[in-house]
């Protein structure tokens, strides 16, 4: 058995996440995903590369790989929420996934250096994703791509 390490996270009850911890805990049968995946995408999609550059292991390409990869995975979380919750349209007028400046080369869209499977697409040289396109996938598809 591989070596494992362990996190525990504690929270007062009078924290105003306690509705997310117990939402999280072992005690609710009813998740969307396998909760260790939910609790280690949430902090991938945003923590990973900072972790990574702390760490010192990595090159500035690879972070900033890590980064794009990052940036893209939470795009994705933003429209799985905004679907969820009926915002499609206020996602779109508000531009919440433009103005990115860097090119189409800077990222390789083959691969997702969190779960080396294949990522089907990345951000656009304009910053801006097809957002018509992506809310129009299956529920299946959409969770798939909000969560890699």
Request: charged share 20%.
């Amino acid at each position: 058995m591989p070596e494992q390490v362990d996190f525990r996270f504690q929270i007062s009850v009078n924290s105003p996440y306690i509705t997310l911890i117990k939402y999280l805990s072992p005690k609710n049968k009813f998740l969307e995903f396998p909760r260790q995946n939910m609790i280690t995408w949430a902090l991938v999609a945003f923590w990973y590369p900072l972790a990574c550059k702390w760490s010192g292991g990595f090159s500035d390409a690879d972070l900033k790989l890590k980064a794009r990869t990052a940036i893209y995975q939470l795009q994705q979380q933003i429209i799985y929420l905004a679907q969820a919750f009926g915002l499609e349209n206020e996602l779109g007028n508000q531009g919440m996934l433009g103005n990115s400046s860097h090119s189409d080369t800077d990222l390789d869209p083959n691969v997702d250096v969190y779960t080396s499977k294949s990522v089907p697409t990345h951000v656009k040289s304009d910053g801006e994703q097809n957002l018509t396109s992506v809310m129009s996938l299956e529920n299946d598809e959409l969770l798939e791509e909000a969560f890699k």
